[in-house]
């Protein structure tokens, strides 16, 4: 049977050996605008592990582009670098790519030494908080050439083919929007005025490379902006585009400001390929459908029922490279794949931090190597098997030494499945299951239903030992808190306890914000009621919205702080935090709770004393860590390490981090 995803395509004159694309993702790598060996590193890795063609960027255009951390393609200086990444992804066998993109309104004036971003018109940006300055008409022509300079820098320096960023929020598509371009003159207006900046780049790029030169772009299937631009007129536009000259299209969704998720893992896989779609109808030409699509039996699957002809699979190869050659050779099972949690492919760059991943602890750190083997090995017992003890028994296993594995319960993955029972979190099962799968790949030996004590310690005798314990729930010292409807958020989120109508959750944190969440989904539709009520037509679409929302349960979430959710990460929170609005969980900041009662809770918001009435209590005070085997190793001379929570509370992304660093260097 012929594979779909590893025939090879032709783009104007560039054959891609298969159809899986990495798309540009600021990596927050470069320094001072040029690539660095961390950049080549990345990239040389994904190449060897067999992506058909690999796109780096975004690379900016002129000094008001971007910033420091990205590529640059807006001088001559840059050349060098930008030749040295595209022989390392060309010697590994994979096509090359450059982005090439003008931040406009997107970019702070903290990254431009105080200067003012530029834009269309002078609307201020909600992601930024700054209102840009407007170009002049000879501005534009200025980064019109500035984009066709770029290119030609991109092409003397070796890659295959460029693309131009048209969407996202950018300038090119703040051009494009009547929400952000209110110009009088030819540049502003009707469609073909709002589309006139970026055909006067297309045409001076192509003028620029040649006509046999492959130029793709990138352009959203829709803005999700309110008063912005929708999927019909992107459409046109993703028509005239293709007019000017375009070889493919590569589609995206969303500008950074939409309240649309569009990375996360309540995402839906593969959900916005029907735009992409839209837009392959519309143009004729090649079309990269991207956004969570991270296994290759969907791509498969996008691709064979004529939805695209390429998929973009970005984070999906931050966190295995090597996903491709491993789906080329049948052994998809062995893939790790992204669970879109965007701690650190996205997060990360909000702390202006380079890119790393929860699920590969490699990633980013490819030009650090790998530590020497251990000299000699040793017999290491890994006590937890959570996310911190199967990545520390993986990386102690890669340096050679004998490693076991000890878990209390019956299967590996511990607090993953917590994380997942929350509507939208499910793919943390999927890493659950990657992490155990490559345990087994290794032929570590697991010890299930097994509980380390003393005796067992010494009848193994262990040289190192890696306690990953993970935590417990926190005990808040509250009267009432042994009452029968009080219950931990724990053996809620795992369904071991009933609970009632009305439900007061104790703490705003992580897991209490999960906890409200997955208790407000009770009783909604699910998606397949959803879309047979749907096209039988037996309810209208807003009463399908409300029954989507509208649980059986009253929720009310109680924090102490003046705000919920804070240590869930930046690209996370405003989404979950949207959830709870939709579903109508009451959120009482401010408010400590003072006592638990028959009827309910007894709390204090300020000076005002209040009891919320309450079927049941769940307690999602936090967690502390867990840790009972570290003075018996102490008094038995056994040398350990503690990670994850069992070391300091904390969130997977940290867990899986410590856990390998401390199986890299046991």
């Known amino acids: 049977m012929i594979d779909p995803v590893f025939q090879p395509i032709r783009i104007n004159t560039l054959e891609v050996p298969n159809r899986i694309v990495m798309p540009a993702m600021h990596l927050g790598m470069a320094v001072d605008f040029q690539v660095t060996d961390q950049i080549t590193e990345f990239y040389a890795l994904r190449a060897k592990g067999g992506a058909g063609l690999i796109c780096v960027g975004f690379a900016t255009v002129d000094d008001l582009a971007g910033n420091t951390q990205n590529i640059g393609a807006h001088s001559d200086a840059f050349i060098p670098g930008l030749a040295r990444l595209a022989k390392a992804i060309g010697d590994n066998g994979a096509k090359s790519a450059v982005q090439l993109n003008h931040a406009g309104r997107y970019n702070f004036s903290f990254f431009l030494g105080g200067r ?50 048209c969407g996202t929020g950018y300038l090119i598509s703040e051009f494009f929007s009547p929400v952000t371009n209110q110009r009088t003159d030819a540049y502003g207006g009707s469609l073909d005025n709002r589309l006139r900046f970026a055909m006067e780049i297309l045409e001076a790029v192509r003028g620029r490379v040649g006509k046999d030169y492959p130029l793709l772009i990138r352009l959203n299937g829709n803005d999700f902006m309110p008063g912005g631009q929708g999927r019909s007129e992107l459409k046109q536009v993703a028509a005239a585009l293709a007019r000017q000259g375009v070889d493919a299209i590569c589609v995206n969704v969303g500008w950074h400001e939409a309240r649309v998720p569009q990375i996360v893992a309540s995402v839906p896989r593969g959900v916005f390929a029907y735009l992409a779609g839209g837009i392959r109808q519309a143009t004729g030409l090649p079309v990269i459908a991207s956004h969570r699509i991270n296994d290759p039996d969907l791509a498969r699957q996008l691709i064979a029922d004529s939805l695209c002809d390429m998929v973009a699979m970005g984070r999906s190869l931050i966190a295995d490279p090597f996903l491709p050659q491993k789906a080329r050779e049948g052994k998809s099972g062995q893939i790790v794949h992204c669970i879109a949690c965007a701690q650190g492919c996205f997060d990360h760059l909000f702390q202006l931090k380079h890119v790393e991943c929860l699920c590969n602890p490699l990633a980013g750190h490819e030009a650090e190597g790998r530590p020497a083997m251990a000299q000699p090995a040793k ?13 520390a028994a993986l990386a102690a296993h890669g340096r050679g030494h004998k490693v076991s594995l000890y878990e209390r319960s019956d299967r590996l993955g511990g607090q993953l499945f917590l994380a997942a029972a929350p509507p939208g979190r499910t793919e943390f099962i999927q890493l659950a299951k990657d992490l155990a799968r490559q345990v087994a790949l290794q032929h570590i030996p697991v010890f299930y239903n097994t509980e380390v004590d003393e005796a067992l310690l010494a009848a193994k005798a262990p040289q190192a030992v890696i306690l990953a314990t993970g935590a417990r729930p926190m005990v808040l010292p509250i009267a009432g808190i042994d009452l029968p409807h009080v219950v931990q958020a724990w053996d809620v989120l795992e369904d071991r306890v009933a609970t009632g109508r009305s439900v007061v959750v104790i703490g705003g944190g992580a897991v209490g914000v999960e906890t409200a969440l997955f208790l407000a989904a009770k009783g909604t539709l699910s998606a397949e009621a959803v879309k047979f009520l749907l096209v039988n037509r037996a309810e209208d679409p807003e009463t399908l919205i409300e029954l989507c929302l509208k649980g059986t349960k009253n929720i009310v979430l109680v924090e102490m702080i003046d705000k919920v959710g804070k240590d869930i990460g930046r690209s996370t929170r405003w989404g979950m935090l949207q959830e709870l609005g939709r579903h ?53 001379g056994i040398a350990f390490v503690t990670v994850g929570d069992a070391d300091t509370v904390g969130n997977a992304f940290g867990a899986i981090h410590q856990g390998h660093a401390a199986g890299f260097t046991v």
């Open 116 to 165: 003012q971003p530029v834009a269309p018109s002078a609307i201020a940006s909600r992601m930024t908080g700054e209102t840009p300055r407007e170009l002049t008409v000879a501005e534009i022509h200025q980064i019109v050439e500035s984009f066709a300079a770029a290119a030609s820098r991109c092409r003397q320096a070796g890659f295959d083919a460029v693309e131009i960023l």
């Open 379 to 391: 017999d290491v017992m890994v006590v937890g098997g959570g996310p911190a003890g199967m990545a």
């Open 584 to 636: 109508g969980v009451k959120i009482l900041t401010g408010a400590k709770a003072m006592a638990i009662t028959g009827a309910g809770v007894r709390i204090a918001q300020g000076d005002t004393p209040t009891e919320l009435k309450a079927d049941t209590v769940v307690m999602a005070a936090g967690s502390t860590p867990f840790k009972p085997l570290a003075p018996v190793l102490e008094r038995m």
